[in-house]
């Protein structure tokens, strides 16, 4: 299973940036696959997913209206909109992916449940 994550960069306060995920490797038809970040001296910390099953999507609430999580199936890849960027969203972003999902959202911010997990992008926002 690979997962690889792009689309990081250096933007300044107000821009917005698209990350994208590509995944490949698996055959499995029930899965979720979420977005994290870590900041320097932080814990990783969830930021949305979305399901394989019904195109469920989860956003935190400390991202809900800035960030959007979105998927095309036929490129099997996954995106994370992020729009009104701030320097408190610099951090090294990774995508991964559950395999075993308890659907409804569970377990979606939890680092815990996610069994594979890409490379990282790094955002830096600052002026």
């Known amino acids: 299973v690979q997962l690889q994550a792009s689309g990081g960069g250096l933007v300044q306060p107000g821009e917005s940036l698209r990350l994208s995920c590509a995944v490949s490797?698996?055959?499995?038809?029930?899965?979720?696959i979420g977005w994290f970040r870590q900041a320097p001296g932080k814990e990783r910390e969830g930021l949305s997913c979305?399901?394989?099953?019904?195109?469920?999507?989860y956003v935190a609430d400390f991202v809900k209206g800035r960030f959007t999580i979105s998927s095309d199936i036929a490129k099997n890849t996954v995106y994370l909109q992020m729009n009104k960027l701030e320097p408190e969203d610099t951090a090294v972003y990774y995508c991964?992916?559950?395999?075993?999902?308890w659907g409804s959202g569970y377990g979606c911010f939890s680092t815990g449940p996610y069994d594979y997990w890409g490379q990282g992008t790094l955002v830096t926002v600052s002026s």
């Open positions: 979305i399901e394989s099953s019904y195109g469920g999507t």
């Open positions: 991964a992916i559950d395999r075993n999902p």
């Open positions: 490797g698996f055959t499995w038809d029930y899965y979720n």
